[in-house]
């Protein structure tokens, strides 16, 4: 019986290689892991740098937007008194002041629209319209 039993066992490799490839299989599952962590690393990184230019962008529009807000009061309220401007500012918002608000935004929309920021924008427009036969906008 004794030499039935030993023979069955010697099937299966000796502890010391089973020990071998369980930690060689390990060390490469490991590998893979941590390989495929640097990957997603690197990708978020990647989306950092890129939402970093987004908001320097943006930041950079904001203050050029303020701007123009402040140029355009400077023009509405060169018009009149000084004094006064701040209080037809206030008025306006609360009676009714549309008319400002729309002259404003159409100013800035006109600004935008020649602000070099703008360009490939037309470019785009330009290329979509010319695709469906409407040609370039002027």
Same mark, same amino acid.
């Given at each position: +019986? $004794?030499? /039935?039993?030993?023979? @069955?066992?010697?099937? %299966?490799?000796? &502890?010391? +290689? $089973?020990? /071998?490839?369980?930690? @060689?299989?390990?060390? %490469?599952?490991? &590998? ?11 990708? %978020?990184?990647? &989306? ?48 009714g002041g549309l008319g400002s608000l729309v002259m404003c935004?159409?100013?800035s929309l006109a600004v935008l629209m020649n602000h070099p920021a703008s ?20």
């Amino acid at each position: +019986e $004794r030499k /039935k039993k030993k023979k @069955s066992a010697s099937k %299966k490799p000796p &502890k010391k +290689e $089973r020990n /071998k490839l369980a930690a @060689s299989k390990y060390r %490469k599952r490991k &590998k893979e892991y941590i390989e495929g962590l640097e990957a997603e690393n690197g990708a %978020k990184d990647k &989306k950092i740098e890129e939402l970093k230019a987004s908001n320097q962008y943006l930041a950079h529009q904001n203050l050029f937007l303020h701007q123009q807000i402040h140029f355009l009061k400077s023009v509405l309220c060169f018009r009149g008194s000084g004094a006064s401007c701040t209080k037809r500012f206030k008025t306006s918002a609360i009676v009714g002041g549309l008319g400002s608000l729309v002259m404003c935004i159409t100013l800035s929309l006109a600004v935008l629209m020649n602000h070099p920021a703008s360009t490939q924008t037309r470019v785009h427009e330009d290329r979509f319209n010319v695709e469906l036969g409407n040609g370039p906008k002027s």
